[in-house]
């Protein structure tokens, strides 16, 4: 296996550079939380170097007139010859060096080497998420991983049979979440990420056809209702290929009940006026009244017009990446609820049109207090990506918009800088 320049190393040579690599990033910080983020700066170099690798092979090369490897200008060009975006910007490695005072050079083989091969001896830094079509309920229920509740019985009320499954894997940052139940307004069978649309040109009013299923499953009377009793749905006119998820379950005691998803659409960006399917939820009655899923303007679950702070494109593991958007994890809290049995009926579909899917990745049904509705319940700022941690994907969020203005502002001066950096180091962690 030749990597840069004809160089073999074996591989105890490849992890003693890796080491050398994390290490030498690691020099010369300050406080510990700085070291662990600067740790996870490698960690996000090792991954971006794993992509180069799986799409293009070796050699992995940075600029042939020097044999020094300098972080604060090599770095950056080897990101971008990756198109690693968190790495574009000369002015962030200039503002981290300068602010840590790390000066640290090697040998451009020793860096390159490790840069492009540690991938190798760790976990995979690039996965797809694996979907698995069923209708078997016993399995959707266990899907829902349910903690302090007992579900009883799941039914699948409406939808064709590829609409409904599980799903594991959702493992990419910056938008992870644990093993679940998938819904879509289409097929499950293969969410996977389009490659077409990383082809230049690529038109996203009108994606590949894996994405744009009419599966003829008709509509609901609780979600059309919802739709024109509410006007929660942006520009509703009918809903089409709607799947249901009944969940019957019984609580010991009275409880909050929660729930946490993802919710993608192919209607993002082009389509989100016309077209812009939902998700939506009724509790115990199917009535717009108990219809629980929705943000601070009433507005239901649907990417671009809800939770406009939260829609992301950076997701890896989906076909709903760049072009397309995600709406990042959200958690819908009830209200207490009595002791005894209660029904979730979860549903996705179509608005106004039976083409172009979109899906929802249901998780951690539980019984577990707070408070009502729906939003990002971690309460830290600096949790870019709503997973409850400050940690490397958050630091990869803010990096990407470096020198921006950006939602992602940690210090409200309107410009993603040093300062945000600080917030988002000293934040480092699990969220209180």
Not at 346 to 356: A, I, K, Q, S, W
Request: aromatic residues 8%.
């Amino acid at each position: 296996m030749k990597i840069a320049h004809g160089v073999t190393p074996s591989g105890r040579q490849l992890v003693q550079e890796t080491d050398e690599l994390a290490a030498a990033v690691v020099v010369a910080v300050m406080s510990p939380k700085a070291r662990e983020s600067l740790s996870s700066i490698a960690a996000i170099a090792r991954d971006c170097a794993d992509m180069h690798v799986r799409r293009s092979g070796f050699p992995f090369n940075c600029h042939p007139k020097s044999n020094i490897f300098d972080f604060t200008n090599d770095l950056p060009r080897v990101m971008r010859r990756v198109n690693c975006l968190p790495f574009h910007s000369p002015q962030f490695w200039s503002t981290l060096m300068t602010t840590l005072r790390l000066k640290t050079r090697f040998t451009r083989t020793s860096a390159i080497n490790a840069l492009a091969v540690s991938a190798l001896f760790s976990s995979a830094a690039f996965a797809d998420v694996i979907t698995q079509s069923t209708i078997e309920e016993a399995a959707l229920a266990a899907a829902l991983q349910p903690v302090g509740l007992k579900i009883t019985s799941v039914h699948i009320r409406n939808g064709a049979d590829l609409q409904i499954g599980t799903y594991s894997n959702f493992s990419v940052m910056p938008i992870t979440i644990p093993d679940g139940v998938v819904m879509s307004s289409g097929s499950v069978a293969d969410l996977t990420p389009l490659a077409e649309a990383q082809v230049p040109g690529y038109d996203p009013a009108s994606p590949p056809s894996r994405v744009v299923n009419m599966m003829d499953s008709g509509a609901t009377s609780e979600f059309t209702n919802y739709g024109l009793e509410t006007g929660a749905i942006t520009n509703f006119v009918s809903v089409e290929d709607v799947v249901v998820l009944e969940v019957n379950f019984v609580l010991s005691a009275d409880s909050n009940v929660k729930f946490d998803y993802l919710f993608g659409s192919v209607e993002y960006p082009f389509w989100t006026d016309q077209f812009t399917d939902a998700f939506v939820v009724f509790l115990d009655e199917k009535i717009s009244s108990q219809q629980i899923c929705f943000d601070t303007n009433g507005a239901a679950i649907q990417v671009g017009q809800s939770f406009a702070n939260l829609v992301s494109t950076a997701d890896g593991n989906t076909a709903f990446s760049n072009p397309h958007g995600m709406i990042r994890k959200l958690t819908t809290t009830t209200a207490v609820l009595a002791a005894g049995p209660h029904t979730l009926w979860f549903e996705v579909g179509d608005v106004n049109d039976m083409v172009l899917d979109s899906a929802v990745f249901l998780a951690n049904l539980r019984a577990e207090g707070g408070n009502e509705g729906t939003g990002h319940v971690g309460n830290c700022d600096a949790d870019l990506n709503a997973d409850d941690e400050v940690g490397a994907a958050d630091l990869a969020l803010l990096l990407g918009v470096w020198g921006e203005h950006s939602d992602m502002d940690l210090t409200d001066d309107d410009e993603i800088t040093a300062a945000d950096l600080s917030v988002l180091l000293t934040s480092w962690g699990l969220c209180p």
